[in-house]
């Protein structure tokens, strides 16, 4: 998959992922909003170029007060990220070409008040959904919210991420309809934060078109 070239269909007006897009902005500025007071600190799991974060943040009150990691894989993606902030003169927003999933290359950053994982649950299997989402009860500081978001088709595995969500001290905050084509979730966190285990991977990024040959695969055997 050239990932550079799939964010291409953000910029197609009223499709499936720019549609997805706008609601994912609208909930990270929610959550913004609704911040304490004070320093806030944002994580994004496998954040692309940052379109979900930055144009947001580059024009939200609280521009200041943020410090952001995003952390991406691909040189050329994180690359774009990295000039769209500093042309938009976040200092404090850092784009680290790292592996999303190792929980070393969040520490300093944890807990956090946003947690962004935008484009991961559609690409990994469902034990590594379910180890991500346990994971987030150690990103996310009690009272701090994940902004999530997994395709709606089959299997629907929305209902379930939100279960899994649910039982570990998460609090739904939004959710979009069944109607539409993808899954925008926020749950905010209301449990206790847990340390952050080192040295841990939370999941295999297998992709969705190898996960959908698999699934295939196992339906005709």
């Known amino acids: ?5 799939w964010h291409a269909q953000y910029d197609r007006p009223g499709s499936y992922m ?9 909930q990270i500025g929610t959550s913004l909003d609704s ?4 320093p806030l600190r944002v994580v994004s799991l496998c954040a692309g ?49 790292g592996d999303a999933s190792l929980t070393d290359v969040y520490r300093g950053m944890v807990p956090a008040d946003l947690v962004l994982v935008c484009g991961v649950f559609g690409n990994i299997s469902d034990e590594d959904i379910e180890r991500t989402v346990d994971s987030c009860a150690r990103l996310c500081r009690t009272g701090g919210t994940v902004v999530w978001t997994r395709h709606r088709g089959a299997p ?15 609090a739904r ?18 449990g206790e934060t847990q340390p952050l285990v080192p040295g ?16 295939a695969a196992t339906d005709d055997a």
């Not at 720019?18 to 609208?26: F, G, K, N």
């Not at 905050?173 to 209301?190: D, N, Y």
């Open 156 to 170: 629907d595995r929305v209902p379930l991420i939100c279960e899994w969500f649910e039982t570990r001290g998460f």
């Open 200 to 215: 841990m991977s939370m999941f295999t990024f297998t992709g969705y078109d190898t996960l959908r040959r698999s699934s």
């Open 18 to 26: 720019a549609q997805r897009l706008e609601a994912v902005r609208t």
């Open 49 to 97: 170029q940052g379109r979900d974060l930055l144009p947001v943040l580059a024009d939200h009150p609280r521009r200041d007060d943020v410090r952001a990691l995003l952390v991406e894989l691909d040189p050329r993606n994180a690359a774009y990220a990295e000039k769209t902030a500093r042309s938009a003169g976040l200092d404090q927003t850092k784009v680290v070409r």
């Open 35 to 38: 911040s304490p007071p004070g």
């Open 173 to 190: 905050q939004w959710l979009s309809g069944p109607a539409a084509e993808f899954g925008v979730g926020t749950h905010r966190f209301m």
């Open 1 to 5: 998959m050239d990932w550079q070239t």
